[in-house]
């Protein structure tokens, strides 16, 4: 009986200490700026940018295991000027009916002590499918200005968003979508 009390107690700690590894950081929302890039009818890149991001990281560094929750608000795209921003914005986003789209990792990936990216599920206009993300420049130390532990690191994926039932104007503005995400994010 000693022995198995014993056992419990070693275990209870163990498993504590397991889920206390882990750190939890916030999206930085001033410093997430995901920028997309399409082909316009085939002559040029069009980019656009959404100025509204939030989110969640948590890290355990030992165990190399962690998740990132990223919500983006599709009524903040910005493309430049107001005529493109509504047409953009009603013609794809359709930002009314889906204001946001999101990305919740199911698994990071590591590469020694780097995050070099992440596996998880995007959800855009309601419809959710597995994506893949590569994850560069990942780094964790304390900013120099404001003194707070921070991870970072710029996120990148391509998709089709015809896969996400976003249509319009197939062929000619292209399918394929490249989203570049700067993240960084402050440890709670």
Not at 82 to 99: A, L, R, Y
């Amino acid at each position: 009986m000693k022995h198995s009390l014993i056992v419990l107690s070693l275990s209870a700690v163990m498993v504590s200490s397991a889920y206390a590894a882990a750190d939890s950081y916030t999206i930085d929302p001033h410093h997430a700026f995901p920028i997309f890039e399409v082909s316009h009818l085939g002559f040029t890149t069009q980019r656009g940018r959404f100025d509204e991001t939030s989110g969640k990281v948590t890290l355990d560094m030992a165990a190399k295991t962690g998740s990132v929750d990223l919500t983006i608000n599709t009524k903040s795209l910005d493309m430049g000027f107001p005529q493109w921003n509504e047409h953009v914005s009603e013609g794809f986003f359709h930002p009314e009916k889906f204001p946001t789209m999101t990305y919740k990792s199911t698994k990071l990936i590591f590469s020694g002590d780097k995050v070099v990216g992440a596996d998880g599920e995007f959800t855009l206009l309601g419809v959710t499918k597995p994506l893949h993300v590569t994850v560069s420049g990942f780094r964790c130390a304390v900013n120099p200005m404001n003194k707070k532990p921070l991870c970072a690191g710029d996120v990148s994926a391509i998709f089709k968003r015809s896969d996400y039932g976003m249509m319009t104007y197939l062929p000619a503005i292209g399918d394929d979508i490249r989203i570049n995400v700067p993240i960084e994010a402050y440890k709670d």
